[in-house]
């Protein structure tokens, strides 16, 4: 069974500090990773994906991957009330078909 | 653009009534996805389609039929609607497992 696995949360921040969100995957096969964040009511929208390891860096967003740990992270820098979501991580191994595997999202409160 | 796009947003449905949900795209992507979303859940796979033509089982199939109409449009069919599909339906679509995904608004379904 392909999994990947997140805490629940909820992880609360203060407004201007860095969120650190992480997640593990069992399949040594996934080769592409994707945080999305979903606002309550809303579906989910592509913030991330990272392919090799190391750090990527898009704005205040950056996600590390460690293959060898089976490990992502997504760190939030100067964290604001509305980046308040659930965030779910994901794992792909093939390019097509079924093998696209979400977490179960961490929920993240940024407090004021 | 409008990406992903699902009707109806809402539904209420009594036991045993029949519904589709539709989905488009306009992204030219070859696969699409149908999810439902449980509190406490994550996102489930009901049924994808990898191309036109072609649809398989996801890990929640039981009480649902899909048809992929043409590249663009992937509907699923509830034949006898029950409680248990009570749940926020999402249709997704991708050109490969490592773009991600693209998600539609959602389909609010409650069965009473």
């Known amino acids: 069974q392909k999994e990947v696995e997140q805490n629940s949360g909820p992880l609360s921040v203060p407004e201007g500090a860095i969120a650190s969100l992480n997640c593990t995957y069992s399949?040594?096969?996934?080769?592409?990773f994707f945080w999305y964040r979903q606002y309550s009511g809303k579906s989910p929208e592509l913030i991330m994906s990272?392919?090799?390891?190391g750090d990527k860096e898009d704005g205040r967003f950056t996600a590390q991957l460690n293959k060898a740990s089976q490990y992502v992270s997504l760190l939030i820098r100067d964290s604001q009330p509305s980046d308040s979501a659930t965030y779910l991580c994901?794992?792909?191994?093939?390019?097509?078909?079924?093998?696209?595997?979400f977490g179960p999202g961490t929920r993240l409160s940024v407090l004021p | 653009n409008a990406g992903v796009t699902q009707t109806p947003k809402f539904q209420v449905l009594k036991t045993g009534q029949s519904m589709t949900l539709q989905c488009a795209q306009d992204?030219?992507?070859?696969?699409m996805y149908w999810y439902r979303q449980d509190p406490g859940m994550g996102l489930r796979l009901i049924y994808y389609?990898?191309?036109?033509?072609?649809?398989d089982k996801g890990e929640v199939p039981n009480g649902y039929n899909v048809s992929r109409l043409n590249k663009r449009e992937f509907s699923l069919r509830l034949e006898s609607a029950a409680p248990s599909q009570t749940s926020v339906y999402f249709c997704?679509?991708?050109?490969?497992?490592?773009?991600?995904?693209?998600f539609g608004s959602g389909t609010r379904l409650t069965v009473v």
């Open positions: 997704a679509s991708s050109r490969g497992n490592s773009y991600g995904y693209t």
């Open positions: 399949d040594r096969g996934s080769q592409s």
């Open positions: 990272i392919y090799s390891n």
């Open positions: 994901a794992a792909a191994r093939d390019n097509y078909g079924q093998n696209f595997v």
């Open positions: 992204m030219n992507h070859n696969s």
């Open positions: 389609s990898a191309s036109e033509g072609t649809t």
